[in-house]
């Protein structure tokens, strides 16, 4: 069966750092998202991507954050300074926009900013 | 804006039903789901409903939707031990990113 996949599946970081996370969607899929979870806390959206831009952003994906799809499969987050907070697990999800618009989450990866 | 809410723990014996409860403010909601989360896992969707219906049955998972109180359950059925874990309601409309909401997930403990 067709999973969602994410590298690495976890990274340690110092703070003022950069990071790129890495997902690939499934492949017949349309839509991508970005979540993350905070340890002990809810499973929050950061951001949709659709035909090669944004189609919504949540409050917490600010300046610091942005997307891109590089190539044909590849979906990726990058987090340009990373402060202690970013700490989370975040989660990359892909959907096909026809119908029923269920979402597949990869299996995160655990970013630990020191 | 939206806001969705669940009870924090549930412990149930195996063998018995699991009946875990979710409420979300957002009436122009148009998708329901049930997500499960294993320890150290991801999220996997288990089921979802339309907001035209009122009940979904999918093997040993019957979801139940009330539209006027805005209240979403999930029955597990024969619970077993494999069934421990997180699991988190959610929502999205139609329209925009479909960026799901999700509830603050429910613990379910299953005791032998």
């Known amino acids: 069966e067709p999973e969602v996949t994410q590298t690495p599946s976890h990274q340690v970081t110092q703070m003022g750092q950069e990071v790129i996370l890495r997902c690939v969607p499934i492949s017949n899929h349309l839509y991508f998202y970005w979540y993350r979870q905070i340890l002990g806390q809810k499973v929050e959206f950061l951001v949709s991507?659709?035909?090669?831009?944004?189609?919504?952003k949540s409050e917490i994906f600010d300046d610091q954050f942005s997307v891109e799809r590089p190539d044909g499969s590849n979906f990726t987050l990058k987090i340009r300074s990373t402060k202690l907070e970013d700490s989370a697990m975040y989660f990359c999800a892909s959907s096909v926009r026809v119908g029923v618009e269920t979402q597949y989450f990869g299996p995160g990866t655990r970013l630990l900013v020191l | 804006g939206e806001d969705v809410e669940q009870s924090l723990f549930l412990s149930v014996r195996e063998g018995d039903s699991s009946v875990i409860n979710c409420t979300y403010t957002d009436s122009s909601s148009t998708y329901l789901y049930w997500y499960k989360q294993e320890p150290g896992a991801g999220l996997q969707l288990l089921t979802y409903i339309f907001s035209n219906m009122d009940m979904k049955q999918d093997q040993r998972l019957t979801v139940l939707l009330n539209k006027k109180d805005k209240h979403l359950s999930l029955r597990i059925a024969d619970t077993q031990t494999g069934d421990s874990a997180i699991y988190f309601c959610a929502e999205s409309r139609r329209g925009g990113g479909n960026k799901l909401t999700f509830g603050t997930g429910t613990q379910l403990k299953v005791e032998l």
């Open positions: 991507f659709y035909n090669n831009e944004i189609s919504e």
